[in-house]
């Protein structure tokens, strides 16, 4: 009974103790989020951005969102695992000797999250710099600046993509992007060289036409010339 009794006075003060590290990483989280944000407000981040027209670059999301909301997250974690923590120790009270498998997973989960921000933040340039040079050669070129430019934006997200899922925390083959990306520049070439032979057919169809008939009779005169 006496075990019992000191089981339960140790897993309610788990409890609480848990309670409190949660509400302590909640507001340290937000505070940081905060001054984050009012970081990059002083910096004009968002409004350079907008300036250069990559407000929809990131499909929806922002720049300081992404950044601000992913650290704000992985400072909480932290206090959630903590918290975790001091929960299971209290329920392992009759246990003596076992190993705390929630908190080893959520540390292994949290030990993850950096290298998961460096890919956001890679993608997230990626995909800023891809469509900095798009919107630059639509306005640059006169001749399929639409083509041209979304054949570059296509490229541009390749390999930021590539370089993202490349590192090997992530345990992503990458060889297969690589293989599609492949069968795409092929696809292209093809494409854009039956549409070159087409184009430079139809473009010649009618130079043809004229310069056969300007010299229709001396091509007749050979051709008679041939069959006799």
């Known amino acids: 009974m006496e075990t019992l009794q000191v089981g339960i006075v140790n897993i309610i003060i788990g409890l609480v103790l848990g309670l409190v590290w949660l509400v302590a990483g909640y507001i340290i989280a937000i505070a940081v989020e905060t001054v984050l944000v009012k970081s990059f407000e002083k910096a004009r981040i968002e409004k350079k951005i907008k300036e250069m027209g990559l407000e929809h670059a990131l499909l929806g999301f922002t720049l300081t969102g992404l950044v601000t909301g992913i650290i704000k997250w ?3 974690l932290w206090f959630f695992v903590a918290a975790v923590s001091v929960i299971e120790s209290s329920f392992l009270f009759f246990r003596p000797g076992a190993t705390p498998v929630l908190t080893n997973i959520l540390v292994g989960f949290i030990a993850f999250l950096p290298v998961l921000l460096q890919g956001i ?7 800023l710099v891809a ?14 600046a639409n083509v041209i430019s979304a054949i570059v934006w296509v490229i541009v997200v390749y390999f930021t ?16 992007i690589t293989e599609i990306f492949n069968y795409f520049i092929l696809a292209l070439a ?13 473009g010649l169809k009618d130079s043809i036409a004229r310069i056969a008939k300007r010299h229709e009779v001396s091509i007749e005169r050979a051709v008679a010339t041939k069959m006799k």
Do not use: C, E, H, M
């Not at 933040?121 to 995909?127: K, P, S, W």
């Not at 469509?131 to 399929?144: E, H, N, P, S, V």
């Not at 925390?169 to 060889?175: C, N």
């Open 74 to 76: 992985i400072v909480f």
């Open 161 to 176: 993509v590539t370089i993202a899922l490349s590192n090997p925390a992530y345990g992503i083959d990458v060889s297969v």
């Open 121 to 127: 933040l890679i993608l997230g340039i990626g995909l």
């Open 190 to 202: 093809l494409g854009l060289g039956g549409g070159l032979a087409i184009a430079l057919g139809l």
């Open 131 to 144: 469509d900095f040079l798009r919107i630059k050669i639509k306005k640059g070129l006169k001749f399929q």
